[in-house]
């Protein structure tokens, strides 16, 4: 079964800095997809990023780019420039299946 | 376009009561997904359709929950009788098909129900 671990209950950031989000998975599978998903407080998700486990370049969207480890099963999420927008829980996903505990991201002016 | 339209966005009722959820996903969108999000986690999969038929229902507690996606639209999520532990936001959620690649799914702003 596959698993989804972010062991980063809550981070801060000051705005203009750079962050990263850790994200580790499990699986046996060979092909699969990523994503990282914003959850704003008024609670709608959003996509951020996603990353298909066949490519070996990381996913760029922007600001947010991700660190994508195959063989270490890790897919960290970097956000370059923060802006106070960017406060939100973060989730990292694999497929639209499993989903982790999530981030809480502050960006402090 | 529209969104994945949910309600109602709040619901309080009391252990052992039914409810039921409603979801309008975005049109053309053939898969559709219910999420529960308990307070501090992330949301699990419950039940996903692919047009009207069930794809993976793994995870829903058949005994108290259903669901269903008349026509391959709108979909119902019922809870019945309700527990205090189903407190939680639930979240539906479409997505488009293609056979080549996993398309990102497109949220609602769900719905927080409180069983008292």
């Known amino acids: 079964a596959q698993t989804v671990t972010q062991s980063q209950p809550e981070m801060s950031v000051q705005e203009a800095e750079t962050v990263t989000l850790s994200c580790t998975y499990d699986?046996?599978?060979?092909?699969?997809?990523l994503f990282w998903y914003k959850q704003p407080p008024s609670r709608q998700m959003i996509l951020v990023i996603r990353q298909e486990a066949y490519k070996q370049q990381n996913a760029t969207e922007n600001r947010f780019s991700v660190n994508f480890q195959k063989a270490a099963k890790s897919f960290s999420l970097k956000i370059s420039d923060s802006q106070l927008g960017d406060t939100a829980m973060y989730f990292c996903?694999?497929?639209?299946?499993?989903f982790g505990t999530g981030t809480r991201l502050k960006v402090l002016a | 376009e529209a969104g994945v339209a949910q309600s109602p966005r709040y619901k309080i009722i009391e252990k052992r009561q039914s409810v039921a959820f409603w979801c309008n996903p975005i049109s053309g969108h053939a898969t559709l997904y219910w999420y529960q999000q308990i307070l501090g986690q992330g949301p699990k999969l419950l039940i996903q359709?692919?047009?009207?038929?069930?794809?993976?229902d793994s995870q829903l507690p058949k005994d108290r929950f259903s669901a269903e996606r008349l026509k391959g639209v709108d979909s119902t999520l019922k809870i019945q009788p309700a527990k205090l532990e189903d407190s939680a936001v639930y979240l539906c959620a479409s997505s488009f098909w293609r056979r080549d690649m996993n398309t990102e799914a497109f949220f609602g702003q769900g719905t927080r129900l409180t069983v008292v």
């Open positions: 359709f692919q047009n009207n038929g069930v794809v993976d």
């Open positions: 996903a694999f497929d639209k299946y499993i």
């Open positions: 699986t046996s599978e060979n092909n699969y997809y």
